[in-house]
């Protein structure tokens, strides 16, 4: 069950993994992504410092420029509750995945990775942990 979710996007934390996951779905209007902007930030608070996040874009659709300022807020977000790892699950348009890895690209701080699949995302993740 998701820990916080709306009609385009979902967010979830695995305490046990110290992991949290953000599904970005369709086209997103402003209201939708500040509601998920700060559902992911909250999901960060309760985390862990250094915890990982794969970021599920495989159906993301560019979206207007305040929906991207929104993104970017949650980038920050992240990066200030200490994430350590992002894995990004490649989006089907290529247009949405430029404008999504543009927004607030400068914060991002942590170590980041593109999959084309969440089960990816997952190992590579996994992965990192095991080297550390």
Same mark, same amino acid.
């Given at each position: ?9 979902? +967010?979830?934390?695995?305490? @046990? ?10 086209? /997103? ?13 909250e ?13 599920? /874009? ?14 970017? =807020?949650?980038?920050? @977000? ?9 894995? =990004? +699950?490649?989006?089907e ?14 914060e991002?701080?942590?170590? /980041? ?11 590579l993740?996994?992965? =990192?942990?095991?080297?550390?």
């Amino acid at each position: 069950m998701p820990y916080k979710s709306g009609e385009s996007w979902e +967010v979830d934390i695995d305490q @046990g993994t110290n992991r949290l996951y953000l599904e970005l779905d369709g086209y /997103l209007e402003s209201d939708a992504a500040g509601a998920a902007a700060d559902a992911t930030i909250e999901g960060a608070k309760k985390l862990d410092a250094g915890f990982d996040m794969i970021n599920d /874009l495989s159906n993301f659709q560019p979206s207007d420029e305040e929906a991207m300022k929104h993104i970017e =807020r949650g980038k920050k @977000g992240i990066a200030k509750h200490d994430v350590a790892a992002v894995v =990004r +699950v490649t989006s089907e348009s290529t247009t949405g995945q430029m404008q999504f890895d543009r927004a607030g690209e400068d914060e991002e701080s942590y170590q /980041l990775a593109m999959a084309d699949s969440q089960e990816k995302a997952e190992k590579l993740l996994d992965k =990192r942990r095991e080297q550390a």
